[in-house]
């Protein structure tokens, strides 16, 4: 049996079927550009028959990607099966993907039928998409809850017309890990003809095994797993993609089973699927979550900082996040005060690390989340950087009806610099202005404003994070005009790049 899985992405068909994560074509174009950058087999672009929405997306979907096959979704209906392959016409290898229910339920009180004439839908199906395409993937839906021999049958058959794939879904989430590898392990075991087809996995999330299922359905001779971004989908979702690949990748050396994805796009994808879904990405989310590499006791950040492999079963770089982040609170330990002050441009030697410890310790009893410019704070801004580059001058005209504009002086080792610029907001034109200054590459990775008090007179605080050549650096500003808080900050950030790159 080959070592090769086939990723199957379904996030633009069975995630987007979720209310409120409806993406238009445009934005579907973009999820499938960056499916093909991840480097899945398969993107399964819609269900063409079901709005003309859907066959559009599928129609230029085929267009927008070269490599991976473009798979169209119908049910075991000619119609359905006449438009998928129309709107499949500009795929470079297109699937076909038809199926029917074949559990008890879906046979008698969803078709209100009988196994036989399933079983001869399913045939005429297939042959029927065979005679647009090649390549044919049948579905038995609800298989989860199907019996074992009937489902063994229905599967020998749909092979014979000619499906190259047999999918086994666990539509409703209800079995368990050893039952469902079971389930492919039988089908390996009595279909004569298995070895003609790919069996495929397809389950949901609904008692929280999805990728638990996937995974034994692989052990058990499965060679496709579909699954989705972030684990999106119908009710609690599909098995998520990250997980099945890291599962995959971080076991390799029991399991042997590689895939095509590059997992340093990972959380590129994760993030643009969330942002372009409206759907976040919970903290605790496993691979991708925004806690998913932070630590935050003590006892776990000291031994992370002695070796990553103390905590880590994955290193965060394999995924795309640029490293793991150590959360600094009321139980973290000296070391990890010590690694992130480093980390922010502080040297400060065993005494000034104690003070300012004791000093870290009390905010923190008082603090629930511990900051970078709290740190600096704490540190002291004698110690600081020496800031190179100072604001000495900033004008911003801004209004409801005007185009914001800020003139900006800075003065850089004692000498100034002038510059004007444009922008949809006072911030945005004033950043700009200073980028035309200073001529590095940045791009802001993160922006928060807060309020130090209540009130219209505040003083507002900015905290940025800026990316230079890979490298994180932090800023902070603090002044009761936001505008100038957000290029002090942007400049505190400035300052810490390394001179003449
Ligand atoms: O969950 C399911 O059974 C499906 C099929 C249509 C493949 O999504
Ligand atoms: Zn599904």
Not at 74 to 89: G, N, Y
Not at 219 to 225: D, K, L, P, S
Request: aromatic share 6%; with cysteine.
């Amino acid at each position: 049996m080959s070592d090769r899985l086939f990723i199957f992405d379904t996030t633009l068909r069975d995630g987007e079927q979720v209310p409120g994560c409806q993406l238009n074509t445009v934005e579907k174009i973009e999820v499938a550009k960056a499916l093909q950058d991840l480097g899945v087999d398969i993107i399964e672009a819609g269900f063409p028959i079901s709005s003309p929405g859907d066959f559009e997306s599928v129609v230029e979907i085929s267009k927008a990607v070269t490599w991976p096959t473009i798979c169209a979704l119908t049910r075991a209906v000619q119609k359905d099966i006449d438009v998928a392959a129309e709107s499949l016409k500009f795929a470079k290898k297109g699937r076909i993907h038809t199926g029917i229910g074949t559990s008890f339920y879906h046979i008698h009180y969803k078709l209100n039928s009988n196994p036989d004439a399933i079983l001869e839908r399913a045939v005429e199906a297939v042959k029927y998409a065979k005679k647009y395409v090649e390549d044919v993937e049948f579905y038995a839906e609800d298989a989860g809850r199907t019996d074992n021999e009937y489902l063994a049958k229905i599967i020998e058959a749909v092979i014979k017309a000619g499906a190259t794939v047999v999918n086994i879904p666990d539509t409703t989430g209800y079995c368990l890990p050893y039952e469902f590898g079971e389930k492919i392990k039988y089908l390996v075991e009595n279909v004569n003809n298995i070895h003609k087809a790919v069996i495929s996995t397809h389950c949901h999330n609904d008692l929280g095994m999805a990728t638990a299922n996937t995974i034994s359905g692989i052990i058990n001779g499965a060679r496709q797993a579909e699954v989705t971004i972030n684990g999106i989908g119908e009710r609690a979702g599909n098995t998520s993609l990250e997980e099945v690949v890291m599962t995959l990748k971080s076991r390799q050396a029991l399991l042997g089973i590689e895939t095509g994805v590059n997992t340093k796009n990972i959380y590129n994808t994760s993030r643009l699927v969330s942002r372009l879904m409206n759907m976040p990405v919970q903290p605790n989310k496993a691979v991708v979550g925004r806690n998913a590499f932070a630590h935050s006791s003590g006892i776990h950040q000291d031994g992370v900082l002695k070796n990553r492999e103390n905590y880590e079963i994955m290193d965060p770089t394999d995924v795309g996040i640029n490293e793991s982040a150590i959360l600094l609170t009321a139980r973290s330990g000296r070391a990890a005060l010590n690694h992130r002050l480093e980390l922010m441009g502080f040297d400060l030697g065993k005494e000034k690390l104690d003070e300012v410890y004791e000093q870290f310790l009390k905010l923190a009893d008082k603090k629930k989340d511990i900051r970078d410019d709290d740190i600096a704070m704490l540190a002291g801004d004698a110690t600081r950087h020496e800031k190179r580059i100072k604001l000495d001058f900033l004008q911003v005209v801004t209004g409801k009806s005007l185009t914001p504009v800020a003139i900006i002086r800075l003065d850089i080792a004692g000498e100034k610099f002038d510059a004007t610029s444009a922008g949809n907001g006072p911030v945005d034109a004033a950043i700009k202005a200073v980028k035309q200054i200073i001529r590095r590459q940045v791009t802001i990775e993160e922006f928060l404003v807060q309020a130090i008090t209540r009130g219209s007179d505040d003083i507002g605080k900015v905290h940025m994070q800026i990316e230079f050549n890979n490298a994180i650096f932090h800023g902070f500003g603090a002044h009761t005009d936001i505008v100038t808080a957000s290029v002090e900050a942007f400049l505190d950030a400035v300052n810490k790049l390394p001179v003449g790159q």
